[in-house]
């Protein structure tokens, strides 16, 4: 019998880092927690072989984003993009941090796709520069550019404001 206590710590200690990290890529909540599922039971499939690797987590945030990416062009139009970003509900009782939360991820939507993928992955996964260019399999050259451009292009004014 398989010893499984390595992917079971593995699981524990991953599973929220990697759905909020497929929402904040722009996979709706409960299509993130099936996607971030079949990814770790592909992942449970082969572990022998993901802990052979490497780094575990470039392994597991790779079949991650693949099946993100199989989801995506299988229900193209169940998410098809639109040209504004729908208004807010206004409540008073919202905390700072779920305004500050609703405006980064107004910020990340307006990214492309690659972009915003290597933002999450940097800094809501916590990977290194190397770790992500591993991911999506690019140059780290690849990386530090997209981070450079992504992080031009949100407003990083307006959610300092926020923050505050």
């Given at each position: 019998?398989?010893?499984?206590?390595?992917?079971?710590?593995?699981?524990?200690?991953?599973?929220?880092?990697?759905?909020?990290?497929?929402?904040?890529?722009?996979?709706?909540?409960?299509?993130?927690?099936?996607?971030?599922?079949?990814?770790?039971?592909?992942?449970?499939?082969?572990?022998?072989?993901?802990?052979?690797?490497?780094?575990?987590?470039?392994?597991?945030?790779?079949?991650?984003?693949?099946?993100?990416?199989?989801?995506?062009?299988?229900?193209?139009?169940?998410?098809?993009?639109?040209?504004?970003?729908p208004e807010t509900i206004?409540?008073?009782?919202?905390?700072?941090?779920?305004?500050?939360?609703?405006?980064?991820?107004?910020?990340?939507?307006?990214?492309?796709?690659?972009?915003?993928?290597?933002?999450?992955?940097?800094?809501?996964?916590?990977?290194?520069e190397a770790q992500v260019?591993?991911?999506?399999?690019?140059?780290?050259?690849?990386?530090?550019?997209?981070?450079?451009?992504a992080l031009a292009a949100?407003?990083?004014?307006?959610?300092?404001?926020?923050?505050?």
């Amino acid at each position: 019998m398989r010893n499984d206590a390595d992917f079971v710590a593995y699981l524990a200690a991953r599973w929220p880092f990697l759905v909020r990290s497929l929402v904040l890529i722009g996979c709706p909540r409960h299509e993130a927690e099936d996607v971030a599922r079949t990814a770790l039971a592909r992942c449970y499939g082969a572990w022998e072989q993901v802990l052979e690797a490497d780094d575990v987590d470039v392994v597991v945030y790779r079949i991650v984003l693949d099946g993100w990416h199989r989801s995506r062009r299988r229900r193209w139009w169940a998410h098809a993009p639109t040209a504004e970003l729908p208004e807010t509900i206004p409540v008073a009782d919202l905390s700072d941090a779920v305004l500050l939360r609703q405006a980064l991820e107004a910020e990340l939507a307006r990214l492309a796709p690659e972009d915003r993928e290597v933002l999450v992955l940097r800094f809501a996964a916590g990977l290194a520069e190397a770790q992500v260019a591993d991911v999506l399999e690019v140059p780290l050259a690849d990386v530090r550019a997209r981070v450079s451009a992504a992080l031009a292009a949100i407003d990083l004014a307006a959610l300092g404001e926020m923050s505050r």
